[in-house]
Nanobody
């Protein structure tokens, strides 16, 4: 298993930017594909973005495509989510998670961080 800790969430105005970080410890970080999820109040958890173990393959939900960028630095055991042009509907708790392979299937993610709150004001 891998331990994950998210950071970077805060209150930001609509149109602004944030970069979330997820630091991993434990087993070899580069052996895991990574995903960023979010859960907004009253809504189901959704996969926002995913990246392969090497970082050369990525996925984005339609709602964030063109605005968010997922990246990873295996030397620093960290995955990032750069969020630009933020909208009030991006308000949610954001979680990073690890999977044994690149996937968009939520149950395949087995290790989760505690989450970081992102609030976008209009």
């Amino acid at each position: 298993q891998v331990q994950l800790v998210e950071s970077g969430g805060r209150l930001v105005q609509a149109g602004g930017s944030l970069r979330l970080s997820c630091a991993a410890s434990g087993r070899t970080f580069s052996g895991y594909a990574m995903g960023w999820f979010r859960r907004a109040p009253g809504k189901e958890r959704e996969l926002v973005a995913a990246v392969s173990r090497s970082g050369n393959i990525s996925y984005y939900a339609d709602s964030v495509k063109g605005r968010f960028t997922i990246s990873r630095d295996n030397a620093k055991n960290t995955v990032y989510l750069q969020m630009n042009s933020l909208k009030p509907e991006d308000t949610a708790v954001y979680y990073c998670a690890a999977a044994n392979r690149y996937t968009t299937i939520t149950p395949e993610y087995h290790s989760w961080g505690q989450g970081t709150q992102v609030t976008v004001s209009s």
